[in-house]
């Protein structure tokens, strides 16, 4: 069965230039190119077929801009001129212009519809965005082969998107997970993965006298560091291999300012109060030390003995706030985060699709935060 599209976004003005906006995400706007996209998204608001599409695409893509459009527009033009804020949302049988930006939105202040003009015309986009810097391109796609590439790249961008009721959910139309133990079963899970990346960033850093919070040597053999003048393992539990027994919640667990690296993978989420737990690590650490942590974010519950957080980006730059320097690495995509939580394994995606980055959607949060 063809594929069918809906036209999905925002668009705006950004120093003469058309760019789509992600609503209220961290990814940055994309460019539009062509005058080819912002006709191919404004005929499917209407159309869903890809041939119908291309067919409307060749029969207008020549013509001048419709009277009724120029006029139209003009009634609009000081809200256009002046409006910083100003976007135009597109969606299903829908062109609306938003005078107060995400605002007009969500609070439904200054809308104007202008869908019943554009499924008419179609080129409200063309004619809003005349003056801005967009190649003319329109008589250069001549098939269906050169105008489906376009609307692949459109795709891409999350600027057309499924029509809805037609998803295909395939495997992922179940109420239990693919794998209930993280994909452990099936392979590496994805966090895994990026904890691999973050280990290989950092792992020259790691040195001196370590103390891993949580680990097993077990770990300490995945994460293949250099043991430094000494490693020890603090651990709740006493078993081989751990050095140290205590709560890391407690300060007088490791002498102040005896360490110069600290590693805490996958900890922070099963602290009560890891608020305390960083408090902590900063008095351990010696001046220019460094402690190197790691949070799943996209990941099922696993009460350990207990899962009380989800630390995400912005909660481990606070929670690291009073050292000196702090990095982080930041790792997922809407796709790993699906196969994190339904424990498909890092062997079943490819590495595009692993390595793939979405602010919006981590997996793993990592941060180096220096004393």
């Known amino acids: 069965m063809d594929k069918k599209y809906i036209s999905n976004a925002f668009l705006q003005i950004q120093n003469?230039?058309?760019y789509s906006i992600f609503a209220w995400s961290q990814k940055k706007a994309e460019i539009i190119l062509s005058k080819s996209w912002l006709l191919i998204l404004e005929i499917f608001i209407e159309e869903r077929s890809l041939e119908m599409a291309y067919e409307i695409f060749q029969a207008i893509k020549s013509d001048p801009i419709d009277q009724e459009v120029i006029e139209t527009l003009n009634k609009y033009?000081?809200?256009i001129v002046n409006s910083e804020s100003l976007l135009v949302f597109l969606s299903q049988n829908s062109l609306t212009l938003l005078g107060k930006g995400f605002r007009s939105f969500i609070e439904k202040q200054m809308e104007f519809e202008l869908g019943s003009l554009s499924l008419k015309t179609h080129q409200i986009l063309l004619g809003l965005f005349a003056e801005q810097k967009l190649e003319d391109d329109l008589n250069l796609i001549n098939s269906l082969v050169e105008f489906t590439k376009v609307v692949k790249i459109l795709e891409s961008f999350g600027l057309l998107s499924p029509t809805k009721n037609s998803l295909d959910w395939g495997d992922l139309n179940r109420k239990v997970p693919i794998c209930q133990a993280f994909g452990l079963t099936r392979g590496t899970p994805v966090d895994r993965y990026y904890l691999k990346k973050f280990i290989a960033e950092i792992k020259e850093q790691v040195n001196g006298k370590i103390l891993e919070v949580g680990g097993t040597p077990k770990d300490k053999d995945f994460y293949q560091l250099n043991s430094g003048s000494s490693y020890q393992i603090l651990n709740l539990e006493p078993g081989p291999g751990i050095d140290i027994v205590g709560d890391v919640h407690n300060p007088l667990v490791i002498a102040p300012e005896s360490l110069d690296s600290v590693i805490i993978f996958n900890v922070l989420e099963h602290c009560y109060a890891p608020w305390i737990v960083v408090e902590n690590i900063y008095k351990w650490l010696k001046n220019g030390g460094k402690c190197f942590a790691m949070v799943p974010n996209g990941i099922r519950v696993h009460a350990t003995p207990v899962d009380y957080?989800?630390?995400?980006?912005?909660?481990?730059?606070?929670?690291?706030?009073?050292?000196?320097?702090?990095?982080?690495?930041?790792?997922g995509n809407p796709m790993s985060v699906i196969a994190s939580y339904h424990g498909i394994a890092t062997e079943e995606l490819s590495e595009e699709e692993l390595n793939n980055f979405h602010p919006d959607y981590p997996v793993a949060t990592c941060i180096v935060a220096e004393k």
């Open 309 to 331: 957080w989800r630390p995400l980006p912005d909660g481990m730059k606070f929670l690291f706030r009073n050292f000196s320097q702090q990095k982080l690495y930041v790792y």
């Open 77 to 79: 033009k000081q809200i």
């Open 16 to 18: 003469s230039n058309v």
